[in-house]
């Protein structure tokens, strides 16, 4: 136990629980057993690693793994849970160590790789990082003045320049995650196969890299509220939650269709329709009142739908038509974010599973 | 402790083979509708298993193809065994491409800390030892330059130098020794010499085999997907040698560059296929003319593989008296050449042409080819038997 501890101040990682299987105490065992089901075997920080094959499981002190069986890898995984729960005060320390231990490689890549990929984004452009910034305030132009000058569109809305703007970014950020997450796997098949490291790296990298400009834009959307000078109410307190739920939604998809594409190379082509569809199914340009209620009462179910609106609704103006009030009750809210839940939880034990074969087939 | 830092077993690797592998939708839904799926599965490695010791210097060797490199990945964790299991007892850092992740891009001081962090060295470790990389790779002055600017040796470099930092118990090296030039060779050598008195576990996949006895303590030997020897260095080395020498290499019936006006051609072409140490390589021919032809000269060349010509000569050379062959007439000639080849595949050029050498009746390039196998491997043309002595005056 003692030396468990010891050893994790060293940068590689011990699995091991001591001679007797069982002499460690229930939580670090879990612990172990979850750090390396995480690490999968395709991590070098690893240091006791065991990887098997679906014909049998192998073990190196107590740690036991199997490859290809989902629903075994789920028990681990609300064993972990329950006894965390159960956790003393100082197994608790113990356990924060393990974790900060078990992350540091993972973390390492990851910041070495979004900065990588921010020194090469804008190489060689004039603009440099404007862009960033630049790109979706065009395009809020051209939106702004076919529908908005043009068509009259939002005429009601107050503040409709901003509540358009922040439409338009969130749902950027949405469909520069999914399309960027999707084809970051096979884009980056080099590296797959040349060395083993956590695969869900390489799409965490392109998240928070999307996940950098998203929040430069919301830097330009907060210049345009104290423009227009856009009243901020208590309910702005929503905001990080709502945030939340799209980066989870954006991330479970990019883990869903970047495993997916390694198989099926029609996905991007695929994709990038159905986001040209998503943009006129979400209400992005025009205010959900223009449409009829039984379909918006559909049209709000996409979880990014509801996203986009609750946000307008606790960010710009409260005049905003929400699920809750399509629906007149909150609770409605679980379909949406069910839907989010189930497709983390999904999208990541399909990515899982395929991780172990990314490298032949990216 | 007793327990080996790598235990692999029964191993085995089959690929779907990659151009049957439905990779469209279009094409996944198009085969859902076939009742019979036609998957071929290549077999890269087949129950493969060997413990390697705290400390050892392990030679993976084996002929191209053999699944060498297969078996590093696995244990590298890039590729899952599709059955067995490998337990690595230690932090792991594989050798099997330098300057992995490197961005041409980027300058070379960006790249050090890319590749660091693949390494899994934080940006403060890297800021510690940056210097020292440098220092080992001299390129104190291109730091700042774009890699894409580095002369390739210069990549490799620095690339080695952020990898000697790693700190691990095994490393994989995947012949990485076969690039850079001589006095980077030596001082790869000299790190792994180094690594190996500190008592980090090595494993070694290689061609090489005086490498393989001056470095490992044991090696073993894949052959068809299968290890068909394990054992002291030595012995390996010499298994694998001998992988090269039993069988002669199938020599389809050579169809080389013919040409000529065929007034007189050669019709049998008969050359061993394997040449030991024997004294002498005998051509034996037969020509056949289908004119009348007067005082024809018969030649041959031999040439190495690189295309070299190693000796030659003709019937005139040797002084041979020259009789005019009447059509239908069969001609036989027998070469004895003494065995100075080297070691490695020749060829055989034949020749007739008139007396003048104006015109030619027959120019058979590659007409036959022999593989020469012999103990003494020189990088010359010719190994003739050469005897020393060496005795203190």
Redesign the interface.
């Known amino acids: 136990m003692d030396s468990a501890l010891h050893d994790s101040s060293t940068i590689d990682e011990q699995a091991h629980l001591g001679d007797a299987p069982g002499a460690a105490n229930a939580s670090l065992e879990a612990l172990i057993l979850i750090s390396s089901l995480l690490a999968g075997g395709d991590c070098i920080a690893d240091a006791a690693r065991v990887r098997a094959a679906s014909t049998g499981p192998c073990s190196v002190g107590s740690c036991t793994r199997q490859l290809g069986q989902g629903d075994r890898w789920i028990r681990a995984r609300l064993y972990f849970v329950w006894s965390i729960l159960r956790t003393r005060h100082r197994d608790l320390t113990a356990l924060i160590t393990r974790i900060r231990i078990r992350y540091r490689y993972p973390l390492i890549l990851l910041r070495a790789m979004v900065i990588t990929d921010f020194k090469l984004r804008y190489q060689a452009s004039l603009l440099g990082y404007l862009w960033t910034i630049l790109r979706p305030l065009a395009i809020f132009s051209i939106l702004y003045i076919v529908f908005v000058k043009f068509l009259r569109l939002g005429a009601s809305t107050p503040y409709f320049p901003v509540y358009l703007l922040f439409g338009i970014v969130v749902w950027g950020f949405f469909v520069e995650a999914t399309s960027q997450g999707l084809t970051t796997l096979v884009a980056r098949a080099d590296l797959l196969r040349k060395i083993s490291f956590p695969r869900y790296v390489l799409i965490l990298s392109v998240a928070a890299s999307v996940l950098i400009s998203f929040a430069l834009n919301m830097l330009v959307i907060a210049f345009f509220m104290v423009l227009m000078s856009v009243p901020v109410r208590v309910d702005v307190l929503w905001l990080p939650l709502l945030f939340l739920e799209l980066v989870a939604l954006s991330i479970s998809l990019a883990f869903f269709l970047s495993a997916l594409y390694v198989r099926f190379r029609d996905l991007n082509y695929i994709w990038e329709v159905c986001m040209q569809a998503a943009f006129y199914a979400v209400p992005i340009l025009y205010p959900l009142t223009l449409i009829p209620a039984r379909y918006a009462r559909i049209l709000i179910l996409n979880p990014m739908a509801q996203i986009i609106q609750d946000a307008r609704y606790v960010l710009v103006t409260p005049e905003t038509e929400t699920i809750s009030q399509l629906y007149s009750t909150p609770w409605v809210r679980v379909i949406p974010v069910g839907i989010t839940i189930v497709l983390v939880v999904a999208s990541v034990i399909y990515f899982r599973r395929q991780s172990a074969s990314f490298a032949e087939e990216a | 402790m007793a327990e080996p830092m790598i235990r692999v077993?029964k191993v085995s690797k089959d690929?779907l083979l990659p151009h049957l592998?439905q990779?469209?939708?279009?094409g996944?839904v198009l085969n859902m509708f076939r009742t019979s799926r036609t998957i071929e599965v290549q077999q890269a490695l087949r129950d493969i298993s060997f413990d390697v010791e705290r400390g050892e210097f392990l030679g993976v060797v084996g002929r191209n193809g053999s699944g060498k490199s297969t078996l590093l990945?696995?244990l590298?964790?890039?590729?899952?065994?599709?059955?067995?299991?490998?337990?690595?007892?230690?932090?792991?850092?594989?050798f099997?491409?330098l300057g992995?992740?490197f961005?041409p891009?980027?300058t070379g001081r960006?790249n050090v800390?890319?590749n660091?962090?693949?390494?899994?060295?934080?940006?403060s470790e890297v800021d510690a030892m940056y210097d020292d990389i440098v220092a080992f790779a001299e390129l104190e002055e291109s730091m700042d330059q774009k890699l894409k600017n580095y002369s390739s040796g210069m990549q490799v470099r620095i690339a080695f130098s952020v990898a000697t930092r790693a700190?691990a118990?095994v490393l994989l090296i995947d012949e990485v020794l076969a690039v850079g030039d001589a006095a980077f060779q030596r001082k790869c050598f000299e790190h792994f010499r180094a690594l190996k008195k500190s008592g980090t576990t090595i494993v070694f996949v290689t061609h090489d085999m005086d490498a393989v006895r001056e470095f490992c303590d044991r090696a073993i030997l894949i052959e068809n997907c299968s290890i068909v020897a394990q054992g002291s260095a030595e012995d390996v080395a010499a298994q694998y040698t001998e992988l090269f020498n039993p069988q002669p290499p199938a020599t389809p019936p050579a169809q080389g560059k013919r040409r000529g006006s065929g007034a007189i051609r050669y019709s049998v072409v008969d050359v061993p296929a394997l040449l030991r140490d024997e004294g002498s390589l005998s051509l034996e021919l037969e020509a056949v003319a289908e004119q009348d032809v007067e005082e024809p000269v018969y030649g041959f060349l031999i040439k190495n593989s690189s295309g070299t010509t190693v000796l030659g000569t003709n019937s005139i050379l040797k002084r041979q008296p020259l009789s005019s062959v009447s059509k239908g007439e069969r001609v036989r000639l027998t070469w004895s050449v003494p065995n100075v080849f080297s070691d490695g595949l020749h060829h055989v050029d034949l020749t007739i042409t008139d007396r003048q050498g104006l015109a030619v009746y027959d120019h058979w390039e590659e007409a036959a080819s022999f593989t020469v196998v012999k103990e003494e491997k020189s990088p010359y043309i010719v190994t003739p038997d050469t005897s020393l002595v060496i005795a203190k005056a």
Do not use: C, Q, W
């Not at chain 2, 490998?86 to 932090?91: I, Q, S």
């Not at chain 2, 660091?116 to 940006?123: H, Q, R, T, V």
């Open positions: 077993t690929f592998r990779t469209t939708l279009k996944k990945k696995i590298a964790g890039i590729y899952m065994p599709t059955h067995g299991s490998v337990a690595v007892g230690g932090k792991l850092v594989p099997i491409e992995v992740g961005n891009e980027l960006e800390y890319l660091g962090a693949l390494l899994g060295f934080s940006k700190k118990d």
